[in-house]
Antibody, heavy 119, light 110 residues
Framework: EVQLVESGGGLVQPGGSLRLSCAAS????????MSWVRQAPGKGLEWVSY????????YYADSVKGRFTISRDNAKNSLYLQMNSLRAEDTAVYYC????????????WGQGTLVTVSS | EIVLTQSPGTLSLSPGERATLSCRAS???????LAWYQQKPGQAPRLLIY???SRATGIPDRFSGSGSGTDFTLTISRLEPEDFAVYYC???????????FGQGTKVEIK
């Protein structure tokens, strides 16, 4: 069974940093590209970042470019999101999701971790 | 930048009725990269449809997708109680590479 478990969320002050992790199991992690998608409270979905299977290709949404860094460790079956210079508008549930590259769709999702940016 | 506009914002229907959800793109897009997701309160999204019309693994055949160009549709032929949820369309664009979601359509019990 495919499982994606996010962790690392919490309360952080504006300007602070946080590192999210996503632990994958039940599938061959190194064979899947991955994305982070977020959802502000009561709002819709927003794509944040994408990383190819071998980390050779990375994309960011304009809203996080230069502040967030996506990475992965295929040996540890783990995906990460380093978030710096956090703003109130980054407050959201952050989901990690697999990417089926052929059709660019997110076929498996974790349950999400809440990040709250507030003083 | 492509914008996806979903309509209606809310759809009030009874179980057994047919639901028709629209997703309109601000310019012509490739159907290949158009997907639909279902999200229930407190849960992660679930992939329903990819490539505009292909059902994801385990998705019942009462869910169907269609469309091309700028207009795409998700149809639920007969609503089951578990289908009341929020539905999002999503598109992947290549120039620049990015994923865009529509704002969502809520299907609620009438």
């Amino acid at each position: 069974e495919v499982q994606l478990v996010e962790s690392g969320g919490g309360l952080v002050q504006p300007g602070g940093s946080l590192r999210l992790s996503c632990a994958a199991s039940g599938f061959t992690f190194r064979s899947y590209s991955m994305s982070w998608v977020r959802q502000a409270p009561g709002k819709g979905l927003e794509w944040v970042s994408y990383i190819f299977r071998s980390s050779t290709t990375i994309y960011y949404a304009d809203s996080v470019k230069g502040r967030f860094t996506i990475s992965r460790d295929n040996a540890k079956n783990s995906l990460y999101l380093q978030m710096n210079s956090l703003r109130a508008e980054d407050t959201a549930v952050y989901y990690c999701a697999t990417v089926e590259d052929k059709v660019a769709a997110n076929d498996y999702w974790g349950q999400g971790t809440l990040v709250t940016v507030s003083s | 930048e492509i914008v996806l506009t979903q309509s209606p914002g809310t759809l009030s229907l009874s179980p057994g009725e047919r639901a028709t959800l629209s997703c309109r793109a601000s310019q012509s897009i490739s159907y290949f990269y158009l997907a639909w997701y279902q999200q229930k309160p407190g849960q992660a999204p679930r992939l329903l449809i990819y490539g505009a019309s292909s059902r994801a693994t385990g998705i019942p055949d009462r869910f169907s997708g269609s469309g091309s160009g700028t207009d795409f549709t998700l149809t639920i032929s007969r609503l089951e109680p578990e289908d009341f949820a929020v539905y999002y369309c999503q598109h992947y664009g290549t120039s620049p590479p990015r994923w865009t979601f529509g704002q969502g359509t809520k299907v609620e019990i009438k």
